[in-house]
């Protein structure tokens, strides 16, 4: 079960215990956004009565990125726009599989073996609205601002901007409560795409996982992922070994050689 957060008005984020996640709803006048929807179909499920809850209104839903704990519970919106990146598509078509399968072992190995089940049973749905760089959607009285500012936490990540409200859905570009995944990472252009964040200018902004941050934290942030981006580089042309870097590195050892093997 997930609790609602009003982040600003008609946004909102609904926090997940499992994995810390965080998922979000921007109301509009004529229709709502779901912003990402969780990792097996029990939790688009449980997201879909809970986005009823709030509002009647016709939805449409946008994947932050690919990865399953965002991307796999989709089947509970249809039938629905699903908004993405290109490559968002183009990753499912290729990973999702392997995806389900990684995911369905790893909790099983856990003995969370309901999650498991729900997991291996999932029906992927492939986005249908794709995305390059921008787009801008009308919910009416309400634009919202699909943007992708290059290469980060993956290849593809989307944030959704409402201008209006001050407020950003920044996928997990932005990790509050645990260090940033490095897995489909690009270290070095990580920070640039922060900048874009940042150049929003929006007050509040939303994590894929863990409470609502401000730009303060944002900054900070970027600052530790320049650091890591420097010692990728140090290491790629030997001037440091990885033990050395990881000693130097804001984050813990798995995290800091994650974005070594980049
Ligand atoms: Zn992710």
Do not use: N
């Amino acid at each position: 079960m997930g609790r609602w957060i009003e982040a600003a008005d008609g946004v909102l984020v609904r926090r997940y215990q499992e994995l810390d996640l965080s998922v979000g709803l921007v109301v509009g006048g004529e229709s709502c956004l779901v912003v990402d929807t969780g990792g097996d179909a029990g939790q688009g499920a449980e997201l879909a009565a809970a986005v009823r809850e709030v509002t009647p209104l016709p939805w449409q839903v946008v994947l932050t990125h690919s990865h399953f704990d965002h991307s796999f519970g989709t089947e509970a919106f249809a039938p629905s726009s699903v908004w993405a990146h290109r490559r968002c598509r183009a990753d499912l078509v290729t990973s999702g599989e392997q995806q389900r399968k990684q995911w369905a072992r790893h909790y099983r190995e856990r003995g969370e073996v309901e999650i498991s089940d729900r997991i291996a049973a999932v029906r992927l749905v492939l986005p249908d609205r794709l995305v390059e760089d921008h787009a801008e959607l009308d919910l009416g009285d309400r634009r919202v601002g699909l943007r992708h500012f290059g290469p980060a936490h993956s290849d593809h990540d989307l944030v959704v901007h409402v201008p209006d409200s001050g407020a950003v859905f920044a996928g997990d570009l932005v990790e509050q409560g645990a260090p940033p995944q490095f897995g489909d990472a690009f270290p070095q252009s990580w920070p640039a795409a922060l900048d874009g964040v940042l150049a929003l200018d929006a007050p509040i902004v939303l994590p894929g996982h863990g409470e609502p941050v401000d730009h303060k934290f944002v900054r900070d942030q970027r600052a530790e992922l320049v650091l890591v981006a420097e010692l990728c580089r140090e290491v790629a042309a030997g001037r440091l070994s990885a033990e050395q870097a990881v000693a130097r590195s804001p984050y813990p050892e798995e995290f800091t050689l994650a974005a070594l093997a980049r």
